[in-house]
């Protein structure tokens, strides 16, 4: 499975982005799909994972309300739109694959097997 983030970049407090997560492998419908972030200094968290077969989705509460994660199935990627950003929103942004089938251990980023580059948000204020 390959995966590639896109989307990222500059964008004003209040104002939204779209990042976007090319996919690639045959078995890709079995997996869940993640997005976790990274702000400078410090560690990697979860943001927001979708099911694939199901379309059933979690997030973290620091973006619920905010942030919606969706499959795009006739491109095979996984969006994650991002609106309301705020300065704290900022860091590099990772989507990940797993194929857990147990949605507790999705906040986790051990659980993920396959990862992708990251974008870069960054909100300014």
């Known amino acids: 499975v390959q995966l590639q983030a896109s989307g990222g970049g500059l964008v004003q407090a209040g104002g939204s982005l779209r990042l976007s997560c090319a996919t690639s492998?045959?078995?890709?419908?079995?997996?869940?799909m993640g997005w976790f972030r990274q702000a400078p200094g410090k560690e990697r968290e979860f943001v927001a994972a979708?099911?694939?077969?199901?379309?059933?989705?979690y997030y973290a509460d620091s973006v619920k309300g905010r942030f919606s994660i969706s499959i795009d199935t006739t491109e095979n990627t996984v969006d994650l739109q991002m609106n309301s950003l705020k300065p704290e929103d900022t860091a590099v942004y990772s989507c990940?694959?797993?194929?857990?089938?147990?949605?507790?251990?999705?906040?986790?980023?051990?659980?993920?097997?396959?990862w992708g580059q990251g974008t870069l948000v960054t909100v300014s204020s």
């Open positions: 990940a694959a797993t194929f857990s089938p147990f949605s507790d251990t999705y906040t986790n980023a051990r659980t993920y097997t396959f």
């Open positions: 979708i099911r694939w077969s199901s379309g059933n989705t």
């Open positions: 492998g045959r078995t890709i419908s079995t997996y869940v």
